[in-house]
């Protein structure tokens, strides 16, 4: 019985179109995000009138979108030519899981200025909270999902012009909140989107009964330690995938090298 022995330029190949299928996935994931993003776009108008992007003072939602795709789309097609090319593959991995790690102990070890930026970032879309429909929608969801109001509290929708406080203001939702942040009754079958009007000209004893009185952040960080199994399980997918990269880089190379060491023989 004759068994044939594959040679290492083979296995090489084989390498190589393996790692060219992975970095594909990555690649066609972020051409996904791209589409998405600019369709959304497209639906709002921004493609036609740039400085809508500008002009918005919180974030944009499909931003995000798009900067994902991006990432994305140029990291996947780095690893396709670096995998038809036989280079750049490894150093692509490595940079991108130093860079997490990095990412992971800074906003360990500098947990109160995460933590303000976080707050400032919140405040800065509570005021743009009627500017975007899709920033609107990002933080309804966050207030309903998580039973919170405005980041610290209540009182930070003060910093928006249509629930402020102020003597100035003449608007309806005047020293009201979001029906995001009212509690919800389960007898009723619509949604009250007029349940938060007027609701802290009240005394704040009284708002218990009717809206979440947690900030945001608060709830944020009291999420995390209830779930922490889920985040880790979600780290560790991505963080196997990654070693999974590194590995079928380091083999592709070390493969190529020894082709190269027999072939000068």
Same mark, same amino acid.
């Given at each position: 019985?004759h068994?044939y022995?594959?040679?290492?330029a083979?296995?090489?190949?084989?390498?190589?179109?393996?790692?060219?299928?992975?970095?594909?996935?990555f690649?066609?994931a972020? *051409? #996904?995000?791209? #589409?998405a993003?600019?369709w959304a776009w497209?639906?709002k108008?921004?493609?036609?009138?740039?400085?809508? *992007?500008?002009g918005?003072h919180g974030l944009?939602p499909? !931003?995000?979108v798009?900067v994902?795709?991006?990432v994305?789309?140029?990291?996947?097609?780095a690893g396709c030519?670096?995998?038809?090319?036989?280079n750049?593959?490894l150093?692509k991995?490595?940079?991108?899981?130093?860079?997490?790690? #990095?990412?992971?102990?800074l906003?360990?070890?500098?947990?109160d200025?995460v933590?303000?930026? !976080?707050?400032e970032?919140f405040e800065?879309?509570?005021?743009?909270?009627?500017?975007?429909?899709d920033?609107q929608?990002l933080i309804?969801s966050?207030?309903?999902?998580?039973?919170?109001c405005g980041?610290q509290g209540?009182?930070?929708?003060?910093?928006?012009?249509?629930?402020?406080?102020?003597s100035?203001s003449k608007s309806?939702?005047?020293?009201?909140?979001p029906?995001?942040c009212c509690?919800?009754?389960p007898?009723q079958?619509?949604?009250?989107?007029?349940?938060g009007?007027d !609701?802290?000209?009240k005394s704040?004893?009284?708002?218990?009964?009717?809206?979440f !009185?947690?900030?945001c952040?608060?709830a944020l960080e #009291?999420?995390?330690?209830?779930?922490i199994y889920?985040v880790?399980g979600?780290?560790?997918a991505?963080?196997?995938?990654q070693?999974?990269?590194?590995?079928?880089?380091?083999?592709?190379i070390?493969?190529?090298?020894?082709?190269?060491?027999g072939?000068a023989?």
């Open positions: 019985m068994y022995r594959y040679s290492n083979e296995v090489s190949c084989w390498y190589k179109y393996l790692l060219f299928s992975y970095n594909i996935v690649w066609l972020g *051409v #996904a995000f791209l #589409a993003g600019l497209s639906e108008g921004v493609l036609s009138d740039l400085t809508k *992007v500008t918005l944009d499909v !931003v995000l798009l994902v795709g991006i994305m789309f140029t990291l996947g097609f030519v670096g995998a038809l090319r036989e750049i593959c150093l991995f490595v940079i991108l899981w130093s860079l997490e790690l #990095a990412v992971a102990v906003a360990f070890l500098f947990q200025w933590r303000d930026r !976080v707050k970032f800065n879309n509570i005021k743009s909270y009627r500017d975007d429909i920033l929608n309804d966050l207030q309903k999902i998580n039973h919170c980041a209540p009182d930070d929708w003060d910093f928006n012009i249509y629930f402020n406080c102020s100035e309806r939702e005047k020293c009201g909140v029906f995001s509690i919800p009754d007898a079958k619509v949604v009250n989107t007029q349940c009007y !609701v802290r000209k704040k004893s009284q708002w218990d009964d009717q809206i !009185v947690k900030g952040i608060l #009291a999420w995390l330690p209830r779930n889920v880790a979600v780290f560790i991505i963080s196997l995938l070693i999974f990269g590194i590995f079928l880089a380091r083999t592709l070390s493969d190529i090298e020894a082709v190269k060491a072939n023989f």
